[in-house]
């Protein structure tokens, strides 16, 4: 009975136990998926890139523009010889050990000479011939080469914008320019004195002429001298400060006493007149119009002077 008894006993209890231990499919609690953490990416401390300045820009544009290179038509022998323009930018290439020579115009006074760079750059000035031939020369050289600089050079006439760059063997011996502007007030001035100093008419002769021509009316300062023919062509001879004045037109007054504009030249201080008239204006003004009469008369007293009145 006992041993019925504790058998039961132990039984139960691994009943109990196995009871205890045992947890049904149907009530465990479902798995839950863990989902790794995503590392994210450094941030770099990206600078925004800036934008042009438009003004530095538009500065940059203009000197490109403006800057004249040495070109091959423009070497004589060794001299680099540029157009001179305003407002141009002269390139030159420089090299160490090697003086470029900046030739100035004949005659050309220097005032000053200044430079970017004054402490890398060796820049000094001489002159050669003398009188009217005198001549300025300004001497540049680079202490080293990859250098570059500019270099404004002022005289009694002009200014010059010059661009040096240093180059490591390769400099220009010298450089100068021509003068276009120069040139063309020289040859007016030429053509002028030429057209001053030819003779009014060709083939003139003093005893074919005819001076009973009578000047009347306002004064004003452009007021005819004389006026004369030679039986085809009339002159109308001013005083020397036309030249500098207005110059009145010359009006022909028809048969019905209405002035008529007539094709006539000027020769220097002349109105030379293809034809003979009997009465002219020369008028000038708007408002208030100075008329100054020419009147061709037949007074004998008149025949071989102007007169006046």
């Not at 109990?16 to 231990?21: E, N």
């Not at 438009?54 to 004249?68: D, I, Q």
């Not at 011996?173 to 030819?198: G, H, K, V």
């Amino acid at each position: 009975m006992k041993f019925v008894l504790a058998a039961s006993a132990l039984a139960l209890s691994a009943s109990s136990v196995t009871a205890q231990t045992t947890v049904p499919a149907s009530t465990s609690p479902p798995a839950t998926a863990v989902t790794p953490p995503v590392a994210k990416p450094a941030r770099r401390n990206v600078t925004p890139r800036k934008r042009p300045n438009p003004m530095v820009a538009r500065v940059a544009a203009a000197n490109r523009a403006a800057t004249l290179e040495p070109q091959a038509q423009g070497f004589v022998n060794a001299v680099q010889i540029f157009p001179f323009s305003d407002g141009a930018i002269y390139q030159v290439y420089t090299a160490p050990g090697a003086v470029t020579d900046i030739a100035l115009q004949p005659g050309e006074n220097l005032v000053a000479v200044a430079a970017g760079d004054t402490v890398r750059w060796v820049i000094g000035d001489t002159t050669s011939g003398t009188g009217a031939d005198k001549r300025t020369h300004v001497l540049v050289k680079p202490f080293a080469s990859s250098l570059a600089t500019n270099l404004v050079i002022t005289t009694d006439r002009r200014s010059y914008h010059i661009q040096l760059t240093a180059t490591s063997r390769t400099a220009m011996a010298a450089l100068s320019w021509t003068y276009p502007a120069d040139q063309l007030i020289a040859l007016r001035r030429a053509a002028e004195q030429a057209a001053a100093a030819a003779p009014v008419s060709e083939g003139l002769a003093v005893d074919s002429l005819h001076f009973n021509y009578a000047i009347t009316g306002d004064a004003p300062t452009w007021r005819p001298i004389r006026a004369f023919d030679d039986g085809r062509q009339t002159f109308v001879e001013f005083p020397a400060n036309i030249a500098v004045g207005d110059a009145p037109p010359l009006f022909v007054v028809g048969p019905t006493g209405e002035p008529e504009l007539v094709n006539y030249r000027v020769r220097g201080r002349f109105y030379v007149v293809d034809r003979i008239f009997d009465a002219a204006e020369l008028r000038l003004g708007t408002k208030k119009q100075q008329i100054v009469r020419i009147t061709r008369g037949t007074d004998s007293a008149l025949s071989r002077k102007g007169k006046r009145s």
